[in-house]
């Protein structure tokens, strides 16, 4: 072997385990809202028990991040994204707490709707693209913002979702490949029409396929596109008012069936043709949390009007499922409460337990195969949550909207571990990746890692 071989040899050893140690596993990523399929759960990821924003410790690094999102971030890799949008008028204040105003902030300032991509390990931002410019389509309730749906990737495109602004995807060097323009998508209270409170139903990938969910003012729909070239799929009415539920995705043994929450059409659809699966209607008449997928049951919550029902729903499921009046099961409906589901948050699957945490802070814990109830708790001291809980290794995290986050002990007993504050208004749900557990803020987004 010559000298000039010898070295191509080694050279072309060094691209292999260069290239080995870039591979990522697909399922350890938070690659969407609330992470793998929803799920709001990743275990062995090494965080950190406290941290402190003043003095630094535990804290990578904080990132500004202009205007105003409610989005969460994601995790793929080494890369983290997030939107917003920002307003040429600074109109970018939120108003936080448990109140019943139903108005509309009155903004008519351009906005720009942008996608930002930062180093996980330094905050630095990597590339960030402006989506679209110009006044918004819609309005936003004074606790919303014109960037609430958390973006999707799969580690080689990611999409972002902006409503009536449209759905974008982009390569993950930042590369617009396609976009697409559905019209105003309309999210406004359904008994008052002008109460217009913004889009905020977040896409899912899966198997290289975008998947929407659009329950809006008219024409609602829920669709699939190729993620590639943004090819619709298949699209499918919905006769549903406007909600703000993001979708999910689960296997019945012999096929993928996208599953969606609603208050007239709750149910399942055939991934592959979106032929309806099931359905159900009743429930809370504004719907906001996602489905969660168990080992054999899909779980379902909701708020606001009559009743606010917690619902756990065999995977086997087909038909119309709809219960009668205070019935709480039947067929496929395994168990249901008909009080006590929450208004903002998705619930938190972990091990055997299904935890329900409400917009007051109250925590309910429930048998997740029986639905008894096990403990109901209030965590921590504050006035509003709207984030939904996460999990890793053994400890619930809540963010309260003053930026308190509660650390509570998993399992049948309630225990409050710790209480570490961000110093900031947090309407966001958290994301985690391995040493990292990430918060995005009013302002900013804040990595929290012992690994610095």
Known sequence: MTKSTFLCFLTLIALFFTACSQQVDPAR????????????????????????????????????????????????????????????????????????????????????????????KSGEIKWKQTACSGIPEQKRHPMSSHANCTPATNGKYVVAFFGSEGLYCYDMNGKLQWEKDFGVLKSNFFLVPDAEWEFSSSPLIYKNVVIIQCDVHENSFVAAFDLKTGKELWKQERDEYPGWCTPNIYSDGERDIVTVNGYKHRGGY????????????????????????????????????????????????????????????????????????????????????????????????????????????????????????????????????????????????????????????????PAIAEDYLLFRTSRHLIAVSANK
């Open 270 to 429: 055939d991934f592959q043709t979106g032929e309806e699966v099931w359905r159900m209607s009743g429930g809370g008449d504004i719907p906001i949390p996602s489905p969660v997928v168990g080992e054999n049951l899909v779980y379902f919550n909701s708020a606001h009007g009559k009743v606010s029902p917690i619902l756990a729903i065999d995977k086997e499921a087909s038909g119309d499922l709809t219960l009668a009046e205070d019935e709480t099961s039947y067929d496929y409906v395994k168990w249901a409460k008909l009080r006590g589901g929450a208004y903002m948050g998705t619930m938190l699957l972990y091990g055997d337990y299904l935890y329900n945490a409400r917009w007051n802070g109250n925590l309910t814990c429930y048998n997740a195969s029986t639905g008894e109830e096990i403990y109901s708790e209030k965590v921590g001291h504050g006035n509003s949550y709207t984030s939904s809980p996460v999990a890793s290794d053994g400890i619930i995290y809540i963010v309260d909207n003053d930026g308190v986050v509660y650390q509570v002990k998993a399992g049948e007993k309630y225990e409050l571990l710790a209480e570490n504050n961000l110093n900031e208004v947090c309407m966001s749900t």
């Open 29 to 120: 990523q938070w690659s969407m809202y609330r992470g793998n399929f929803v799920s709001g759960v990743l275990d062995e990821a090494n965080l950190p028990e406290s941290w402190n924003i003043e003095t630094g410790e535990n804290i990578a690094w904080i990132a500004e991040i202009p205007g105003l999102g409610h989005s969460c971030p994601i995790v793929w890799g080494d890369k983290v994204f997030v939107t917003t949008a920002v307003s040429e008028s600074d109109s970018s204040e939120i108003k936080t707490g448990i109140y019943g105003s139903i108005g509309s902030v009155p903004d008519a300032s351009v906005h720009q709707w942008e996608v930002y991509c930062l180093d996980k």
